[in-house]
């Protein structure tokens, strides 16, 4: 599994399209990545407390191909929103139940298993939520990015 998992990110790093190639050559093996994520992980543009973001490549904040890598907890509901850029996103561990609409709601959710592929189309609203397993979902795409919220009301306070 974890051998598909891998190749799924480097697609997602390909498909980005890097400036060089020198600018691709980039090997991190699972244990490199959750030190990564010990180290370094914030918010993200999401905001969300409790949800753990590292850029694995590149700079969300500016122009240019992105991969993040983002663990949500167990139990988190982020909702609806939409992103300035085309993003791809590989489910890496846990299950993440992901759902497009302009409200969270349960019954537009599919469940996705390690090894799921999904795509978050520039300025599509959509959700997502966890179970008692938390997930962790490597998101691939071209900044800048940003996470605009469906009801202002919904995102996340400083």
Do not use: C
């Not at 890097?18 to 691709?24: F, M, V």
Request: no cysteine.
């Amino acid at each position: 599994m974890s051998r598909r998992l891998a190749l799924a990110a480097a697609v997602l790093l390909v498909l980005s399209g890097a400036a060089s190639a020198q600018d691709r050559q980039l090997r991190l093996t699972p244990p490199e990545i959750a030190a990564l994520t010990q180290g370094g992980a914030t918010a993200g543009t999401s905001g969300v407390t409790g949800i753990h973001t590292t850029v694995l490549y590149g700079d969300p904040t500016k122009a240019g191909p992105y991969t993040i890598a983002l663990w949500a907890p167990p139990n988190m509901r982020i909702a609806a929103h939409s992103h300035r850029d085309n993003r791809t996103a590989v489910v890496v561990s846990g299950v993440w139940r992901f759902g497009y609409g302009r409200k969270a709601d349960g019954a537009l959710v599919k469940i996705l298993p390690p090894g799921s592929f999904y795509s978050e189309p520039a300025g599509v609203d959509h959700f997502a939520m966890t179970g008692p397993e938390g997930a962790s979902v490597y998101i691939s795409g071209f900044g800048p990015t940003s996470t605009d919220y469906v009801e202002a009301a919904n995102a996340p306070k400083p």
